[in-house]
């Protein structure tokens, strides 16, 4: 049976009350309801999947691209920027200044909706992460300025 996704068209309700710019799916795919599965059946029972709208879509793009090896999207084989790979280097200034021109320089290829103003990246060398910090602006919502920040882990890129 297809999943029909039409909330996250330009015509549907949402958008038209909430005047939204971006939506997407959220990173961790959960229905809104619970149903039972003698329900599944039945046309007439709807349930909604969670979605994030504006800037929280975009942060979880930037996760996403963040989280993703090269080759790992058999579609789009260059999509991703695997800042996993600087968690086996030794943490240093050197790491840092290597993360830094990573995202500035495949950021704005895989997430054209913003503007990068700023990188901050701070190291932990006795837990071997680093704390991220973007400074962005987002044109389509009026120049928006947001911080986005968060920890490179061996679990990946957290917020």
Do not use: C, W
């Not at 003698?38 to 046309?43: A, F, G, Q, R, V």
């Not at 579609?75 to 695997?82: K, M, S, V």
């Not at 009026?142 to 986005?148: D, S, W």
């Amino acid at each position: 049976m297809p999943i029909n996704l039409d909330f996250l068209a330009k015509d549907s309700p949402a958008y038209k009350t909430e005047k939204y710019v971006y939506g997407d799916l959220h990173l961790d795919f959960e229905l809104k309801s619970k149903l039972n599965n003698k329900y599944l059946s039945d046309p007439g029972i709807k349930s909604e999947v969670r979605v994030d709208y504006n800037v929280q879509a975009i942060r979880n793009s930037i996760q996403n691209i963040f989280n993703t090896k090269k080759g790992q999207k058999i579609l789009n084989p260059e999509f991703g920027l695997d800042l996993g790979q600087y968690l086996f280097e030794s943490v240093s200034y050197e790491t840092a200044e290597e993360i830094s021109n990573t995202i500035q320089r495949e950021l704005p290829k895989f997430e054209p909706r913003i503007i990068l103003n700023n990188i901050n990246i701070e190291g932990f060398e006795d837990t071997n992460e680093y704390i991220i910090t973007l400074s962005i602006s987002i044109p389509e919502l009026n120049n928006l300025n947001v911080a986005v920040d968060g920890t490179l882990t061996q679990n990946g890129f957290i917020y």
